[in-house]
């Protein structure tokens, strides 16, 4: 099947048309075992591309590793054209890749607000010594409020704005978690399983959100290990085993690739997953 | 660490003298009823003026804390004893006119000391007379002396620094209480063996047995019911603080804050280069005679084997049917016998007051983190290292400051290895 | 026994001047640890260098009041930054041996006699406040207060510690509630999650710990300045551990709670202690000299210490929600 994506057919390590992160030959390796071992991906700008394989893939890690949170033992990968291996964890959100957490992180203490407006990238309060001159970063605080405030909406959150992240349930979690991620505009998202946990009444606003990103022209990356969701919202799919990429394309084509069906599915092959409706699957796991 | 250089000033044979005076102090402590009655003051300066083994007789000592002052003359013994009335540091001085004719100090200013009486009520306070004896040693010979030391001051350390490691590996509690049991071991000696009059060995077992029992109380008194509460293991590590805190001034309160000296620092006998004691030695052999047992024990039996199980990851542990529970209760027992030991064997061979194991505690911790957290094979390596460093650095640095170059490079090291020499690496920080 | 003269000592502890240096040195620990969640066991360290760093300036340098001041607050921010850059990418625990084993290892070196000249070795400094106390335009002689009487020196030693608190508190509540202090927050709840969001966490925590130890170096200048003596002893870890207590009893993330921690932690003290010392004087802790006495003092403080944090982490004045201990 033809697509815009990729160049030439889709294979594991593919070319694409329009690459926003491109790595090569990453390696990380954990007292002698190796976790991740990706000779070359790309991941397509301006889409929603799915990362998935079973338990142990390497594709936490590998998100650690593209984020800067871990160190590759080889490998380099660039951003948008800029090189990234060795950049600090901090340098690399900046540079407008935000990530999410499998286990969520927000920062329990905080009002909902102020997690929010610790987003933001760009508070001149944030500095030390303009902390003092409230003048200074008056006006921007007063913005980013107001961007905050826009986007907990969005995001059904604006009820429980001045309530502590500790309150909010695990799934609510996950939405401030990506809500605050999207207030510094970044160009890559990447959401570490962000179904995990969540309540099936919310999976389908989180799907909703996912998409929603993409429509507003944001790339985004996301860890999944379960294909019913993936199928219904994301545009390519790389799939991970035992540290490799063993096969990527659109989803309804990766569903159908036997080597995936036998390094992921395993058991389940011979139920369609990809067909499964999202509703049902949620009352399943309910 | 002042004991240590007190040892080392006898093996130099230049002079020594300690009271043990606490006894007589709190049978004296009356009630204060006239405030300028000098008999009914608290604090006590003491000390033994001995030239050479000799005696020095009629010699004026003087006590000066701001407007304060009062002085005393040594006798028959050359003891001298200076009552004061408030917590402080007190300037000591001689005065030199009354010196027999011929004796000088070691040091150009020794005829002026210092007493620390600000956290206790008694301070002894050594003048040192004579030439200082210690001999020009060529440099290796000097440095096989220190190697010696340093094994036997590690093996020590070892023996505790096992014991916090243990713990930490099973209920990953920092605890910093762990000194106090150093504590208990030395001192419980020395009262069961000196006060009580009971044979050395006798002591030794009941010093041991008795900071066991604590070790087991403590866990099941404090620690467990904080596992329990499911309490931050930040939070535990404040609460060892305050415990440490708590069994420090309970043990100051009994035993008085003098230094008391258990073994007299032993018979010396003479390895090639090395002056050593027929403790030392002996201390030596137990040292590493514990040690292979704790690796036995580690590494063969079925108990052992779950402990490091526990240590690995205590939920897997327990859904293989590992009661966790019991094995930390054991790790506590085996912990606390081996510091008390470890306490046994340092009272014997450097004397031991209430601070002694809170001034090693540090370099116990040190020991621990250096050799990887949790881990009895890393414990012991740091400790040996820090043991090393310790002695070894007084060759090249002020002997004051060997602690302190312990600790600094505990410090280095964990910059360029955060995760301990043996440790296993992991993301940190 | 004399009640009213308890209450007497009670109330003069309460605005004592060490009283006052240690609220200094605790609001620095509420910097590290109460906003930044940074366990700092050093403290003692950030204040012995303020002391040392006025006294050297005074006596070997013969500097003015106000460049020795800066001295001491220059020495405990290098300490920080030389102590921060190899350790706050340590882990939590970590951090807490490193850095009581720095302040172990600073209080042996100025004790050292072979740094005797500047240092004054284990009698450490003394006079050296003259330049200090010469801007004191308070007239000779005593003021009695009705409970307590204070020479000119005492009470202005006082009125510049207690206002140098009161600066210090207000810096520090715009300070919490700007954009920065915010970031520290997010760094005390989950400093991955902060690294995230495209913060230098780490430049963040050298900028705290930079901060809380200038505060330190500010409460070890008064505490040494009100008897003009500065020893080594003064800065063992008894000094950071009773800073702690201090921190907890009132609360670790709040500003007020240092202040009145501290306070209620020296009346208290104080006022135990003389209760005791009367109750011995009367016969009635026969087992008990006056010397023992301050030692309860301290058994008291450990004994402060492990029931507040097992039973009120957050402190009098804590938000119960506000501050739990990540472990």
């Known amino acids: 099947m033809a697509n815009q994506i990729s160049i030439g057919e889709p294979a594991p390590g593919c070319k694409k048309v329009d690459p926003i992160l491109v790595a090569n030959k990453v390696t990380r390796v954990f007292g002698g075992l190796t976790a991740v071992d990706v000779e070359h991906m790309e991941i397509p700008r301006g889409l929603i591309t799915a990362l998935i394989g079973p338990n142990g893939a390497g594709k936490t890690t590998m998100f650690n590793l593209l984020t800067g949170f871990d160190k590759p033992n080889t490998g380099e990968w660039t951003f948008d054209g800029k090189n990234l291996a060795n950049v600090s964890s901090y340098k690399v959100a900046r540079m407008g890749m935000i990530r999410t957490f499998q286990l969520t992180k927000a920062l329990s203490l905080l009002t909902v607000i102020d997690n929010m407006r610790l987003g933001d990238q760009k508070n001149p309060g944030e500095g030390f010594f303009q902390a003092f001159l409230r003048p200074v970063w008056k006006k921007h605080e007063a913005k980013i409020t107001l961007k905050a405030d826009e986007l907990l909406k969005r995001f059904k959150l604006d009820a429980k704005r001045e309530d502590y992240a500790a309150a909010l349930s695990g799934g609510q979690r996950k939405l401030l978690e990506m809500a605050r991620a999207l207030m510094s505009d970044p160009k890559l998202v990447m959401l570490d399983e962000p179904m995990a946990g969540v309540n099936p009444a919310l999976t389908q606003s989180l799907l909703e959100h996912i998409k929603g990103l993409k429509e507003n022209g944001t790339t985004v990356l996301f860890v999944e290990h379960d294909m019913h969701m993936v199928r219904h919202i994301s545009d390519w799919v790389i799939v991970m085993a035992e540290g490799k990429v063993v096969a990527e394309g659109p989803p309804a084509d990766v569903m159908k690739n036997p080597a995936v069906i036998d390094a992921y599915l395993g058991a389940h092959a011979n139920s369609d997953l990809g067909d499964i409706d999202i509703n049902s699957a949620a009352k399943e796991t309910n | 660490m002042s004991q240590l250089n007190i040892r ?29 009655d000098p008999s009914t003051y608290a604090y006590t300066i003491a000390g033994t003026l001995l030239n050479n083994e000799k005696p020095l007789v009629g010699v004026n000592v003087t006590a000066q804390l701001d407007a304060f002052k009062a002085s005393a003359k040594s006798d028959d013994s050359g003891a001298w004893t200076i009552m004061v009335p408030k917590a402080g540091i007190y300037n000591v001085s001689i005065d030199k006119s009354t010196l027999p004719a011929g004796v000088s100090f070691t040091k150009a200013d020794g005829d002026k000391l210092q007493a620390d009486l600000t956290q ?28 010696w030391a340093g094994l036997n001051f590690g093996l020590l350390l070892a023996m505790a620094a096992i014991g916090i490691s243990l713990i930490f590996g099973t209920t990953g509690l920092n605890n910093f209480a762990h000194g106090e049991m150093v504590t208990t071991g030395a001192l419980f000696v020395w009262f069961f063996h000196i006060v009580v009059n009971l044979n050395i060995l006798v002591s030794a077992v009941i010093a041991i047995l008795l900071t066991t029992v604590f070790g087991w109380v403590q866990d099941a008194g404090l620690w467990k019911p904080l596992r329990k509460r499911r309490m931050g293991l930040n939070q535990m590590m404040i609460v060892s603080i305050g ?7 309970i043990l100051l309160l009994f035993f008085g804050g003098d230094t008391k000296d258990i073994g007299g620092g032993g018979n010396i006998i003479k390895l090639g280069p090395i002056f050593t004691s027929d403790i030392a030695l002996i201390s030596l052999v137990i040292c590493v005679l514990s040690l292979a047992g704790v690796a036995l024990f580690l590494t063969r039996t079925r108990l052992g084997k779950a402990t490091r199980a526990v240590s690995d990851n205590p939920s897997l542990a327990a859904a293989t049917g590992i009661d966790v529970e019991r094995i930390i209760r054991i790790v506590w027992i085996v912990a606390s016998a081996l510091t008390g030991l470890a306490g046994v064997l340092y009272g014997l061979q450097f004397q031991a007051t209430w601070l002694t194991g809170f001034d090693i505690l540090l370099l116990l911790f040190a020991s621990v983190t250096l050799g990887g957290l949790g881990t009895a094979l890393g414990a012991t390596v740091g400790a040996l290292i820090i043991g090393m460093i310790v002695e070894v650095s007084s060759l090249f640095i002020a002997n004051e400051l060997k ?11 964990l910059i360029v290895r955060p995760q301990g020499v043996l440790g296993k690496k992991q993301r940190i920080g | 026994m004399d009640w009213l003269n308890a209450l007497n000592l009670t109330f003069g502890e309460f605005i004592g001047a060490y009283t006052a240096a240690y609220v200094l040195c605790a609001l620095g620990l509420a910097v590290h640890f109460g906003f930044t969640g940074l366990l700092n066991f050093g403290q003692a360290a950030f204040a012995a260098l303020g002391a040392y760093g006025y006294s050297i300036a005074t006596l070997s340098f013969g500097w003015p009041w106000y460049s020795s001041v800066l001295f001491g607050l220059l020495c405990s921010a290098a300490f920080a930054v030389v102590l921060g850059i190899p350790t706050l990418r340590l882990r939590a625990d970590y951090l807490a041996i490193v850095t009581i084993a720095a302040a172990q290892a600073l209080k042996f070196a100025v004790s050292a006699s072979i740094f005797e000249n500047v240092t004054g070795g284990s009698n450490g400094l003394s006079q050296f406040g003259d330049s200090f106390y010469a801007l004191n335009p308070i007239p000779k002689g005593r003021y009695d207060f009705g409970v307590f009487a204070l020479s000119e020196n005492e009470l202005f030693i006082r009125i510049v510690a207690w206002s140098l608190i009161i600066l210090i508190a207000v810096f520090l509540f715009f300070l919490t509630r700007s954009p920065w202090g915010r970031v520290l927050k997010g760094i005390r709840e989950d400093e991955d999650a902060v690294r995230s969001l495209g913060k230098n966490v780490f430049s963040y925590k050298l900028q705290s710990m930079i901060v809380g130890g200038s505060i330190a170096s500010l409460g070890g200048m008064v505490f040494v300045m009100s008897s003009q003596t500065n020893q080594p002893s003064n800065w063992g870890t008894n000094f950071t551990f009773m800073l702690w207590t201090i921190l907890l009893l009132g609360g670790a993330a709040t500003i007020l709670g240092p202040i009145v921690g501290g306070m209620v932690f020296f009346g208290l003290l104080m006022f135990l202690q003389s209760v005791m010392e009367g109750l011995v004087n009367m016969g009635w802790l026969p087992f008990l000299d006056i010397a023992q006495v301050g030692q309860i003092r301290f058994l008291l403080v450990g004994v402060a210490l492990m029931l507040l944090v097992i039973f009120r982490p957050q402190g009098i004045f804590g938000n119960k929600k506000e501050l739990q201990f990540n472990g």
């Open chain 2, 403 to 413: 602690y302190a170059a312990a600790l600094v490079i505990l410090i280095v090291i």
């Open chain 2, 120 to 147: 206790t009520d008694f301070a002894a306070v050594l003048f040192s007379f004579g030439k200082s004896t210690v001999v020009a040693e060529n440099f290796g010979d000097q440095l096989i002396v220190r190697v």
């Open chain 2, 8 to 36: 080392a000033g006898r093996k130099a044979g230049v002079f020594l003298g300690v009271l043990a005076m606490l006894f007589a102090i709190l049978s004296a402590g009356a009630p204060a009823k006239a405030a300028d």
């Open chain 2, 243 to 249: 415990f440490s805190i708590v069994a420090r001034y």
